[in-house]
């Protein structure tokens, strides 16, 4: 069954217990999902591949549930047609009070993941696409309003544009820019340009899937992006102006990035010793 995303009023979990997330839009399926969970369940979240790889755990999981045990709320990311044989198995068991969302990518109208939940009037399908400028500016324009930051209209649509219409992006953003801002660092166009170009958005979720994977090459990305937001954070507005003059566009093009350059690598170390605890075998 479709459901608009303007419409999740509409879902009843006490029924619909198996739902479909798709699009390119996270930052608006992950308000849908808070709105969904408020305080009554617990969350928890899978990769796709991690299913495939342990169907038959994952079953027994859901048929076996503590007295002591809260409503789950299950999140299955990167979801695709491969899934489709143990949602039909799922829908087969009783399941109790656990609730499973697939959040799956774009999907085309030929996917056979998205027409069965679109033809099952006991599933939801719900497709978020990409929020529009005006949607983006109004959430932007109150974000600085709320934490009263004082902001050009011209200087919002420097960070509207780097959006692309995914509001879990532009959160990321704002919170560079209100971090910033903060002990009376001047906002202009070009800091707010480098602050915006200068580094990928990447969240803890996405450090931990990484770790997950043990896709080293990027957690050492993420954590060297950080690393370098902090130092932005924690600069004068003339040592700011100095990085700027610098043209400085990468983590190695930095102004004296011999002494920088050394102080990240021992930071990105000690950070995968950290990680390495949540995927053993990251780290040989």
């Not at 969904?36 to 979240?45: F, G, H, P, Q």
């Not at 939940?117 to 309003?145: G, M, W």
């Not at 190695?252 to 950290?274: H, P």
Request: glycine content about 2%; proline content about 1%; aromatic content about 8%.
């Amino acid at each position: 069954m479709i459901i608009k995303f303007y419409e999740l009023n509409k879902i009843n979990l006490d029924k619909n217990k198996l739902i479909l997330f798709y699009g390119k839009n996270e930052g608006l399926k992950n308000e849908a999902i808070n709105n969904l969970a408020k305080n009554r369940y617990k969350i928890t979240r899978y990769e796709e591949r991690e299913i495939l790889e342990n169907k038959y755990n994952f079953i027994e999981s859901l048929l076996s549930k503590s007295l002591f045990e809260n409503e789950k709320l299950i999140i299955i990311k990167r979801s695709s047609d491969k899934i489709i044989e143990i949602v039909n198995e799922i829908s087969l068991k009783d399941i109790g009070d656990t609730k499973i969302i697939f959040n799956a990518d774009n999907l085309e109208k030929k996917s056979k993941l998205r027409s069965l939940f679109e033809k099952n009037k006991d599933y939801i399908s719900v497709a978020f696409y990409p929020d529009t400028n005006q949607t983006i500016s109004k959430l932007a324009y109150n974000f600085f309003k709320e934490k009263k930051i004082l902001i050009s209209q011209s200087n919002i649509n420097l960070v509207i544009n780097k959006c692309n219409g995914d509001r879990e992006i532009l959160l990321n953003e704002l919170k560079k820019i209100e971090y910033f801002a903060k002990n009376g660092k001047k906002i202009t166009s070009e800091n707010i340009s480098k602050l915006t170009n200068l580094i990928e958005n990447h969240s803890v979720s996405e450090l931990v899937d990484n770790c997950l994977i043990k896709n080293k090459s990027k957690i050492i990305n993420i954590l060297s992006v950080a690393l370098l937001i902090m130092m932005i954070f924690s600069l004068s507005n003339k040592d700011f102006d100095i990085m700027l003059l610098k043209n400085t566009s990468t983590l190695s093009n930095i102004s004296f990035s011999s002494i920088f350059v050394i102080f990240s690598l021992v930071t990105v170390s000690k950070s995968l010793l950290i990680c390495s605890s949540l995927a053993p075998s990251l780290i040989p």
